[in-house]
């Protein structure tokens, strides 16, 4: 089992920045995948950036060069530096991992980022 916990949202105005964290814990060994989905009201839940097997990651379209994922396996965690934050950004973000072993997802608990024009 793996327990995910984001922290670092909120409120910011337009061309603000924000930095999400995500701290794992459990059985955190064979994480192959962990990265941010977010979902905006009456939207689907999209990805905004991953990292799979510590390749060089993968990012939405729409955050490309604005956001900055990282991760630190020393201390289980995942970051996500947004800057130039945009109203269309306004959505809960998730922390996310994947364990291609187990063959299993986990999600954290969803962190809101609000961003007023």
């Known amino acids: 089992q793996v327990q995910l916990v984001e922290s670092g949202g909120g409120l910011v105005q337009a061309g603000g920045s924000l930095r999400l964290s995500c701290a794992a814990s459990g059985s955190t060994f064979n994480i192959n995948v962990i990265g941010w989905y977010r979902q905006a009201p009456g939207k689907q839940r999209e990805l905004v950036a991953h990292?799979?097997?510590?390749?060089?990651?993968n990012y939405e379209d729409s955050v490309k060069g604005r956001f900055t994922i990282s991760r630190d396996n020393a201390k289980n965690t995942v970051s996500l530096q947004m800057n130039s934050l945009k109203p269309e950004d306004t959505a809960i973000y998730y922390c996310?991992?994947?364990?291609?072993?187990?063959?299993?997802?986990?999600w954290g608990q969803g962190t809101q980022v609000t961003v007023s024009s």
């Open positions: 990292i799979i097997n510590g390749a060089t990651p």
């Open positions: 996310y991992a994947h364990r291609p072993f187990y063959e299993d997802d986990y």
